[in-house]
């Protein structure tokens, strides 16, 4: 390394969604810390352009960024923090969900929660413990509490909705919902499997160039 020469500071970032067909360029998957001479031009910088063959998903490694970057500016040091590489989902036009489907979705879910609520309830006899606890409040027996029962109804969905802390779009606080902890706790194993996977394919590649005659 020559004395005097400049260093940039990387940071990639962990996935990003680019549109199909897009080039992707260093500014699009990393934040970049240089000279401002240099900067716009980092930024800009192609580090590859998708082929149809390469799939919705391109792993992008430092090495392969650092190759290019010196091949652009040859007298520079790159530094680099946090993750080794980066995952780019290439996402075509988004398709708004048909109604009829939506609807369909929205009364599947709809009745196979209210079966398991209520197959949980006859499991462990919820119809003999409410008339137990309403006989024991109020000293008389009635075999249909239907007071008890509409507020007991109540007090469960209420509850989910404390519980998952979102109402349609609007959320208390600023806490994420454990259905959120658990999407984000699947698409970090999910990439992690996609990385191996392409690292694999990457390997395998090499090889068989290698072994060419």
Known sequence: MKQ????????????????LGQAIRLGDVARVLADSSLEPRLL??????????????????????????????????????????????????????????????????????????????ADVSMQAVQVRIVEMITGERDEHPYLFQGAYSVGIGFGMVLFFNHLFKKKWNEEPTPLEVEMHLYQENLDQFVIAEEYKKMHQAAGREANKP
């Open 44 to 121: 800009d910088m192609i580090l590859k352009q998708p082929r149809e063959r390469d799939g919705n998903l391109v792993l992008i490694d430092m090495l392969h960024i650092i190759e290019h970057i010196q091949e652009s500016i040859p007298d520079i040091q790159v530094e680099y923090v946090g993750e080794p590489q980066v995952l780019v989902e290439m996402v075509g036009k988004e398709k708004r969900p048909l109604l009829l489907l939506f609807i369909l979705v929205w009364l599947l879910l709809f009745f196979g929660s209210a079966l398991t609520i209520m197959n949980f309830h």
């Open 4 to 19: 005097g020469s400049a260093i940039i500071y990387l940071q990639l970032r962990k996935h990003v969604r680019l549109p």
